[in-house]
């Protein structure tokens, strides 16, 4: 792990990521439905209709730049007029709940991309918050969505137990049973890769099995638009991330490969850190020159402009990963060290 990620994960309580008991649903819904107005603010299908499109015009941002693009817009929109929303009177149940899954999402990417800054602990507590307004929208796919996120994170800071407590109960209750084939996959992925960080390779084989037959029932009309980006690409990539984590180095190069070739923009960021950890498994086998060309393609899409926690961490590794192939003279390494060195002053 990099500085930047000790000095993270040292933010990050694996306690306060724990999923919600099976009473606080229930009770957070009727609270919820309970709760006075706070504003003379009605509420109309105008105003979940501006959140919906804020979340598509962030959420393009995000993919596109990293999560360090746009966010500080988005925290001010969510304490400005979301929270001005989520308080005023609501005149019906229906409109209620939309207005909280619209809000719900939004917060959720909020976490995301505060995630793909490396900023955990505020992360933490949007997914936290989020949850919450999901819980009030009775919106139980958009809950597992949202365990899902957490349970990455838990993935990506090596907490094994939480990671899977999570992704667990993203599948639990109604969450992974109403949900559509295209987020059932991207669900299933996540519990893949938890189990496989738990050393449970068994069944983390059966569940990417699984992601992989629900992606094969999904078509375009079929899932919310908070899971878009989920397609072949990306559940290549999550798959070798998890066969990684078995040690199955050449599964997950041929994964990871199969990610880069199907990735189709706007989603730069991913792309770079797919090709980042394509390099990384190409040079773990002792494939140095092939890491070496590929990493130089990561840092062609860094370089137009990702802003992310993410890929600053993935680079910093490739350079790490390059240091004793360095103490040798290795020239074609060298120079991709310099690249990346000088990337890192504009990512970071």
Known sequence: MTRRQVLADSAYSAAGAAVPSETWWGKTLEEARSRPALSRLTVTPAHVEALRDAMEYFSRQDQRLGGRAGRGALTSYLT?????????????????????????????????????????AIAQRHFG???????????????????????????????????????????????????????????GVVHARALALAGRRKEARVALQQAESDLTQADGADAPARVTFFGEAALAHETAAA????????????????????????????????LGYLGAVQAQQGHVDAACATWNRALDVVSAGVQSGRVYDTVVQMRRTLSPVLARGGRTAAEVDSRAREVLRTVG
Do not use: C, K
């Open 80 to 120: 400005n007029d979301v929270a001005a929303f989520v308080s005023a009177r609501i005149p019906t149940e229906e409109l209620r709940t939309e207005l909280m899954s619209a809000a719900a999402e939004l917060v959720y990417l909020a976490g995301w991309m505060s995630f793909d800054s490396g900023d955990h």
């Open 129 to 187: 918050i989020a949850l919450r307004l999901a819980a009030e929208a009775d919106n139980g796919p958009l809950a597992g969505h949202i365990l899902r996120a957490a349970a990455h994170q838990a993935v990506d800071l090596h907490h094994p137990a939480r990671a899977l407590e999570l992704a667990e109960g993203s599948l639990g209750q109604r969450r992974y049973a109403q949900a559509a084939p295209r987020e059932r996959a991207l669900l």
């Open 243 to 274: 066969l990684r984590d078995m040690g199955d180095l050449p599964a997950a190069e041929a994964q990871f490969r199969h990610s880069v070739r199907t990735r189709a923009l706007p989603y730069s960021r991913t792309h770079a850190v797919t």
